[in-house]
């Protein structure tokens, strides 16, 4: 289960927060929190959200004005979807979704010597296997954007995979990429090059892994749209295939930028600062950038 909480107005109004089973999430005015609002009204640590598998609550936490869910001060309330929650001047908004990883069902009817239950145990101590299964989930065509630059034997499982693929600047030399050598990559769901790309790049920043329903020269088309060089050749826009500096880049992004930076794509896969954690990016019909943390475990399979 995740707690998706949205904020309905003020310095924040358009921007979501989301809240997993068993990593609860405090909100207030100051450091220690860890949402901080721009808020005068707001105690410095007033509210925590939690969820679990059994349902999703808010607790107030000794704040000075107090918690209020529909209107009614509380101390320890349980939420359901739709529910608004008021702390000094914020509203927000819950929404509650049910996303988990399941292993599909041909890795788990295997036969002869290995069983279903020696491939999920292990496949719990391989991250990129899981983060490739949460790929097979979505429905589109499967691109990643590899950064070659960081690792340049990186060029060599590019050509070896034998897919689409083109540079973001075509006038670098395989020799002599410079500081930023994006490679657009198709990944087919059904060859060795995709469990190749996540095997030899996941939980080392180097690639970051998009779904579209569109073809690979229009996902093209519009990431290249993003790529910008100053007069000196440097890089003068946002290293959008460094999961670290895309999840810094979406979370700047206005409500009314974010259809100029999807474009084409329904959804954007990437390594946390723990590779243990895969953060989805989607938008919303309104705008917002959601940013789903999946932990990469197939506990309960």
């Not at 000794?62 to 001060?73: D, E």
């Not at 095997?199 to 990431?223: K, N």
Request: aromatic share 8%; net charge negative.
């Amino acid at each position: 289960m995740i707690l998706h909480l949205t904020i309905l107005n003020g310095t924040h109004a358009g921007h979501s927060v989301q809240v997993t089973a068993g990593t609860p999430r405090t909100f207030g005015r100051a450091a220690q929190s860890d949402v901080v609002l721009q808020d005068v009204y707001l105690s410095d640590v007033h509210f925590a959200l939690y969820c679990d598998e059994q349902g999703a609550r808010v607790r107030d936490l000794q704040s000075h004005n107090g918690t209020f869910v529909n209107n009614a001060p509380v101390t320890d309330a349980t939420l359901a979807a739709g529910d608004r929650i008021s702390a000094g001047q914020t509203v927000f908004e819950v929404a509650i979704t049910a996303h988990g990883l399941e292993a599909p069902t041909s890795a788990l009817s295997t036969t002869g010597e290995i069983t279903a239950e020696d491939l999920v145990r292990g496949m719990q101590s391989a991250p990129h296997d899981c983060a490739r299964w949460a790929l097979h989930s979505e429905e589109g065509n499967y691109f990643a954007i590899i950064d070659c630059a960081r690792e340049p034997d990186l060029i060599t499982l590019v050509n070896r995979i034998h897919e689409e693929f083109c540079a973001f600047d075509e006038t670098r030399e395989p020799d002599d990429l410079g500081e930023t050598a994006p490679f657009l990559v198709t990944l087919t769901p059904a060859t060795h090059g995709l469990a190749d790309v996540f095997e030899e790049t996941w939980g080392r920043g180097h690639a970051v892994f998009l779904v579209s329903p569109r073809p690979f020269i229009e996902v093209y088309q519009h990431l290249i749209s993003l790529v910008t060089w100053d007069e000196h050749q440097k890089l003068a826009s946002a290293r959008f295939w460094d999961p670290t500096r895309l999840a810094e880049h979406i979370a700047r992004l206005a409500p009314e930028e974010t259809d100029g930076f999807f474009g084409p794509l329904t959804c954007i896969l990437a390594e946390s600062a723990d590779p243990r954690v895969l953060t989805r990016y989607a938008r919303t019909p309104e705008g917002v950038v959601t940013a789903t943390p999946l932990t990469l475990s197939l506990q309960g399979v």
